[in-house]
Every structure is written in structure tokens, then in C-alpha cells.
């Protein structure tokens, strides 16, 4: 049996978004995951999914017939250049500008930028300025 590696944040294991347009949603997040470079971890049928993040249609067995309601999430982004690249790609790819890019008063130095996908979810691309991180990710292989 062969290897398998994952790489895990810090609070959330994972995310699962059920949609009304898979292959809307096939565009808009690919782009976003170019944008941010995020590979995408695999795709089937009816989802598709990277890192974290699970997107699927309502027919999957693990949406078991209903969708998500309005969400919320931030993806990590190296920069600000990657924050302006997210939002760019966002809007060229079927999201709607829910927010330009720029500073916001969370802490000093929080750069970012936020759109609604094609199912009206909040989806934000954030830089926290100058920090250091302790590790780029958690590894789990097994």
C-alpha cells in the first residue's frame, strides 16, 4: 500500500461546501487555487477538492441531498500581490467583488480581499503582513 501525505492547518480539518453549479464552482475555485497556488487534490463526478476545502454537488453521498447555506472562509495568501491576484481571478472566473483589496482594521498589516463564489458564499483571500510562522503546515502521512 502506498504512501499517503497530508498537509493540515492549525483549527480546521476540513471544509465541505454543497453547490448548486459543480462546474461554476469547478471554474471560479480553480482559478482562485492558481491564483493562490493551491493544487487541486483530486476531482470526481460530483466534487472535487484542495488541501482543506471539499466542494460538491447536492447528489454526493457526502452532502446526503442538501445544500450549505452562506458561508465564510479565508484562505492564507503569501502576499499582497497574491491577495490582488486572488480577487482578480475571482471576478474574471464568476465571482461577484464583495470587498477590494486592502488594509482592514482587524490588527495592523491585515491586507485583504473578499468575493461571493457563484453560490453567494463569502470567500476571502487574507495576508497578515510581516509574520513568522512556526511551520507551513501540519504533515499527517499514513
Sequence with gaps: MAKQTLHRGRLIDH????????????R?????FQALEIP???AGEDYFWADELFVSTADSRAAQGELTGRQHFAFQAR???????FHRAALANGGRDHG??????YHP???A??????????????HHGQAERSAG???IVF
Aim: avoid cysteine; charged fraction near 20%.
Design 109 to 111: 498589516g491585515y491586507y
Design 137 to 139: 503546515s501540519v504533515e
Design 15 to 26: 471544509l465541505q461546501l454543497v453547490v448548486n453549479d459543480l462546474p461554476a464552482s469547478r
Design 79 to 85: 502576499d499582497r500581490a497574491m491577495v490582488d491576484a
Design 100 to 105: 477590494a483589496p486592502g488594509e482592514r482594521p
Design 40 to 42: 487541486v487534490g483530486g
Design 28 to 32: 471560479f475555485y480553480g482559478a482562485v
Design 113 to 126: 480581499a473578499f468575493v461571493l463564489d457563484p453560490d453567494g458564499n463569502n470567500i476571502e483571500a487574507v
